[in-house]
């Protein structure tokens, strides 16, 4: 079953991908066919299997039911140990710290005894913040009557960064624990999920990892509500096609994830890279690497998308999330020396390849559209030709409908599962929590409309990345950079000149060599050089009712139990002076509670 629907989906995405391919080849065809057609061809070709393989994903999850999770008894006795790791790094240990407060407090609401304990792992490199840590974590445990429930540790030397941290853990006293639930510093989960998949994960002996899919939550910007509703909306449905596909060896995503801490022990060291960074040293995108091994290892590695109850924050802007995306990027390209690690399943190193895919697939665009502009050099316009506007260059007038259903095809790839799935949450009520049929089918055309003006900036930022990496640069792990993150278009220009000088001269050299070409790359060109603008525009508060999200209709109770527990401990202890004294977390607050 697992292997035909893996066929069927990797066929539709070859069938799509060689489908452009032909169509392009008969368009080098009207003119005698030239060497840089078929380059094109085969750019295409590669682009469009990409674009495939992700719809194919949505249309899966769209079409296809889960395997259910194992029957549970929602009232048995936990017999098993579970801790809780909290990895922070240079964060508010007020914001944080409480989410560790109210975690333990929907804990203690369900009534249940099962023992589960905390620990915040401290990789904090500013002395002034780790003696704030100490000092609220005191609190901490002094509110939550939590001696011996709670623990922290700093490590006075963070090798090896989250995933070092985790497995120095792992391996001073993972042996204490049957189960350990990773978290990152803005996660926050209710207590009934946190038991539930304790309840799961000690159901199937063979069960080494039980990923949930966290929804983000409390975005406030114009960027971070576009991402909040993507992920709460269409999110669900790629990931179930995802699961599908990935069965028994499933993802990993780093975080809000339990793990059985004897099988993590067992499997998942992961020794330094020889030479250097970036592409030697520790590993970067390690939760990738430890699914692969846990799977190696005959674990299963399992996602449970209906898991509810399961939070994170992400970015507020465009710049903050090109720097997360940045260490990403070094982190799957990473992945070249690891794909060929003995004994891997064959779907892991094919899990490998799509995440570097989805780093260098924007190489094959930027390919295409600079053989397409630089065509001219190599394949003057033939005599039939004569009109420069014709928005079709090289073609006759009778191939532009191919030219037409080629472009309507690759754009469809991109739309169609997203309509499909808003369609889908109107007639099965899904869209009732996202404001109604009429509002989720309304916010899904903003998102399509702000995505699509946004994309060729998030591109330029990732190609950037990726040609550094291959360069040789590392961008080591910088801090995430949470609360308010309004810029201005000054700080817009600061990080995006260079996207506004490329986004002109692409423009102003399709305009002399192919002025045809113009008209269909203004879409790429006009919002890379309004970049700084849309930059400083997207992280401005938002107060549109579109992109409404369920936790922004009805505020889940663990993000309640956050607000008010933090802002009791703000007031005990306030903030010094200046800018946070450089605290990188601070708590969103979503419209609803602005």
């Known amino acids: ?265 067992e499997s998942c060291g992961l020794p330094a890279l020889k030479g250097q960074p970036p592409f030697g040293g520790h590993v970067m995108s390690h939760d990738y690497v430890e699914a692969a091994l846990l799977a190696r290892n005959g674990w299963l590695v399992r996602l449970d998308d209906d898991l509810e109850g399961s939070f994170e924050e992400g970015p507020e802007n465009i710049v903050d999330h090109a720097k997360r995306d940045r260490r990403w990027c070094q982190g799957n390209l990473q992945h070249a020396r690891i794909i060929g690690a003995p004994g891997l399943r064959g779907w892991s190193r094919f899990v490998f390849a799509q995440g570097i895919m989805a780093y260098i697939a924007p190489l094959f665009w930027l390919g295409f559209l600079v053989a397409s502009v630089a065509a001219p050099l190599f394949m003057p316009p033939p005599d039939y030709f004569p009109e420069p506007y014709w928005p079709f260059p090289y073609f006759p007038p009778s191939e532009a409908s191919k030219a037409i259903g080629l472009a309507i095809g690759i754009f469809g790839l991109l739309l169609v599962p997203k309509l499909l799935i808003a369609g889908r949450a109107a007639m099965n009520g899904t869209a009732r929590g996202f404001g109604g049929g009429n509002i989720a089918f309304a916010s899904t055309l903003s998102e399509l409309l702000f995505s699509s003006l946004t994309a060729p900036v998030l591109l330029a930022f990732a190609t950037r990345s990726v040609f550094q990496v291959l360069f040789g640069a590392d961008g080591g792990w910088p801090t995430n950079n949470r609360g308010d993150g309004r810029l201005s278009v000054a700080d817009g220009f600061t990080a995006a000149w260079w996207i506004v000088a490329i986004g002109a001269a692409g423009l102003a050299v399709t305009w002399w060599l192919a002025p045809g070409l113009l008209f269909w790359l203004l879409p790429v060109g006009l919002p890379m050089i309004a970049a700084p603008w849309l930059i400083s525009w997207s992280s401005q508060p938002s107060r549109s009712q579109l992109m409404l999200v369920p936790s922004e209709i009805d505020t889940p109770r663990i993000l309640r139990l956050h607000d008010a527990i933090f802002t009791r401990w703000e007031n005990a202890f306030p903030a010094p002076e200046g800018d946070r004294a450089g605290f990188a977390d601070a708590p969103h607050r979503s419209p609803a509670h602005a």
């Open 1 to 265: 079953m697992l292997i035909g629907l893996r066929a069927l989906a990797l066929g539709l995405a070859a069938l799509a991908g060689i489908g452009a391919f032909v169509l392009f080849i008969q368009f080098g065809q009207a003119d005698g066919l030239q060497t840089l057609d078929v380059v094109r061809a085969l750019l295409i070709l590669i682009s469009t299997l990409w674009l495939a393989w992700g719809a194919v994903q949505a249309l899966i999850g769209l079409t296809s039911r889960a395997e259910p999770p194992p029957r549970v008894d929602p009232h048995a006795r936990i017999q098993g140990r579970t801790v809780v790791l909290v990895p922070v790094y240079n964060e508010d240990p007020v914001s944080t710290f409480s989410r560790v407060a109210a975690m333990d407090a929907s804990l203690a609401a369900t009534g249940d005894d099962a023992e589960v304990h905390f620990a915040i792992l401290s990789d904090t490199r500013k002395d002034d913040i780790a003696q704030r840590e100490v000092q609220v974590f005191a609190h901490l445990v002094e509110e939550r009557d939590a001696l011996g429930r709670f623990f922290y540790r700093r490590r006075t030397n963070n090798v090896g960064k989250k995933a070092g941290n985790i497995e120095d853990f792992i391996t001073r006293s993972g042996a204490a624990y049957d189960f350990a639930l990773i978290l990152d510093a803005d996660s926050l989960m209710e207590g009934e999920t946190i038991l539930q998949m304790i309840r799961r994960i000690e159901a199937e002996p063979r069960l080494g990892l039980l990923q949930t899919l966290p929804k983000v939550v409390r975005g406030s910007s114009r960027f971070a509500r576009a991402m909040q509703f993507s992920a709460s909306f269409f999110s669900p449905v790629f990931a179930r096609g995802l699961a599908m596909l990935q069965g028994k060896t499933g993802p990993f995503w780093g975080h809000n994830a339990i793990v059985r801490t004897r099988a993590f022990a």
